[in-house]
């Protein structure tokens, strides 16, 4: 079924509609280099340069179709040249004055990686509680968590499920960990896994505060089950939004050129940003939020998944929300030439279509020209020039380093570059390349304090991000 030309214009109508009501509100993965390998898609028939680009991801044909799924920009300027902007002055000693420091500009950001966590077994993700324990949490993709307490790799792991999670693909695997808001009350943290079948499973487990540092397996509850067709593009990230629901990133179902038509398809919770209610009634897998954008909607006759947040996701391999500003920024991953960063302001109501598979990066993917009315456009774009393959990233807002306070670090999986960007404050966005060749960069992660890291899945190390002297 492939719907796109009815339900690509009942988008747009649905995007014009969420802009006016909101009166225009203020604006992957891998084991090892097997992902790399993985992400060659013989390209069919290449899009046209965008203007101006500058880094996309290339991936193999994958298994023929098994299942359906089933529920239980502006262009910015080359990376390689420093945007423009005055040296800033050195930071003043007191610490009231540091409060007020400027930001660096993009171009006089040397980053320095400290290393947080050593000897891990293809780190995936890394993350906080909110608790206020400090700890910081690493996913493994082999199926455990582990916990850094005082600066010191604890021997057992939080979480080991390794005897249920599916990890032999290169995209699959223990992906994404999420705390719930209310966790320090009710121990509830989420978690987003293959399954033996390499099927995806959204569960909850339950941590006890008489053994904080260790969970039961056995308190699994499985709230949504998703059915792959292939290995690859399963998403794997979620997180909580700054409105208490879950947010879920799905990748399109794998293949290439989205092979199982679920980009567009109302039908599928495939090739979506998902929202859900996990925390107002524990004893239900999930309560659909009533403001979900497509509730008792339908697209061409079709209804639409009430699930479903946002459309035309290729393989959002993570994405995350600004805790200052409550921005959301996705990274997604591309087919053969472009990658993206998808920039969506705070206070939008959803009903989004972010374009997968019209168009890839900023360009159409079949032809000189496509539709473009109601899609969202991507702020960032680079392509495969010693490229592969988008990590999204975080804003900074810790205190440990105030010349990076509202920056965007987000890098690329295959070649370690990392990327500064922050608003231009004329419409536009500043974009940097501040590192290059640091491992393969498969997450980036913030604490409780809102200082930054990176996953190293080759080394098997986190680092935390910090400015070289």
């Known amino acids: 079924m492939n719907p796109e030309p009815t339900f690509a214009g009942r988008i747009a109508g649905r995007s014009a509609k969420s802009t006016i009501k909101s009166i225009m509100a203020a604006v992957a993965l ?6 790399a390998a993985c992400s060659n898609d013989a390209p069919a028939a290449p899009p046209p340069p965008a203007p101006t680009p500058v880094p996309a991801q290339q991936e193999a044909a994958a298994q023929p179709p098994a299942t359906q799924e089933q529920s239980a920009a502006t262009q ?3 990376p390689a040249v420093d945007a423009d902007a005055p ?7 007191d610490a ?14 040397k980053l320095d990686l400290q290393a947080a966590a050593t000897g891990l077994d293809q780190p995936l993700f890394v993350t906080h ?8 949490f690493i996913v493994e993709k082999v199926g455990q968590i582990r916990i850094v307490q005082d600066g010191e790799l604890l021997d057992a792991p939080f979480l080991d499920i390794h005897d249920r999670v599916r990890s032999q693909g290169s995209e699959q695997g223990l992906l994404g960990l999420a705390f719930a808001p209310d966790y320090a009350e009710t121990g509830y943290f989420f978690v987003n896994y293959s399954d033996a079948d390499g099927n995806t499973v959204i569960a909850r487990f339950q941590a006890q505060a008489d053994n904080p540092n260790v969970v039961d397996a056995d308190s699994e509850v499985a709230i949504l089950q998703i059915l792959q067709p292939a290995s690859n593009h399963n998403g794997g990230m979620l997180a909580f939004g700054p409105d208490g629901y879950l947010y879920i990133g799905m990748g399109d179902g794998g293949a290439s050129f989205d092979r199982f038509d679920n980009g567009q398809n109302p039908a599928t919770l495939l090739g ?28 061409g006759g079709d209804p639409v998944r009430d699930e479903i947040w946002a459309f035309g996701l290729r393989n959002p391999w993570r994405f995350s929300f600004d805790r200052q500003t409550q921005d959301l ?3 997604d991953v591309g087919q053969n030439q472009y990658e993206e960063i998808d920039f969506t302001p705070a206070g939008s109501p959803g009903g989004l279509n972010y374009g997968w598979p019209i168009m890839e990066g900023a360009s159409c993917v079949q032809g000189d020209a496509c539709d473009r009315e109601g899609l969202e456009q991507p702020i960032l774009v680079y392509d495969h020039s010693g490229h592969c393959s988008v990590t999204g990233g975080y804003v900074y807002r810790g205190s440990a380093y105030p010349g990076l306070e509202g920056t965007y670090f987000y890098g690329d999986y295959c070649s370690g570059t990392i990327w500064a960007a922050r608003a231009d404050g004329q419409g536009g966005w500043q974009n940097v390349l501040v590192q290059k060749n640091d491992g393969m960069i498969s997450s980036f992660g913030e604490d409780e304090a809102g200082e930054l890291y990176l996953a190293d899945i080759a ?9 070289a002297q």
């Open 272 to 299: 979506k940003m998902l929202r859900i209610d996990v925390t107002s009634d524990p004893s239900a897998p999930y309560l659909i939020p009533p403001d979900n954008p497509w509730v008792g909607e339908e697209a």
């Open 76 to 78: 910015p300027a080359d």
């Open 459 to 467: 080394g098997g190390a986190v680092y935390r991000l910090g400015l």
């Open 96 to 109: 009231a004055a540091q409060e007020t420091i400027p930001p660096l500009a993009l171009d006089q950001i």
């Open 129 to 136: 509680a909110g608790d206020g324990s400090a700890r910081l």
């Open 30 to 35: 891998a084991a090892l280099l097997a992902l």
């Open 329 to 331: 920024w996705i990274g």
């Open 87 to 93: 040296t800033q002055e050195p930071a003043p000693e």
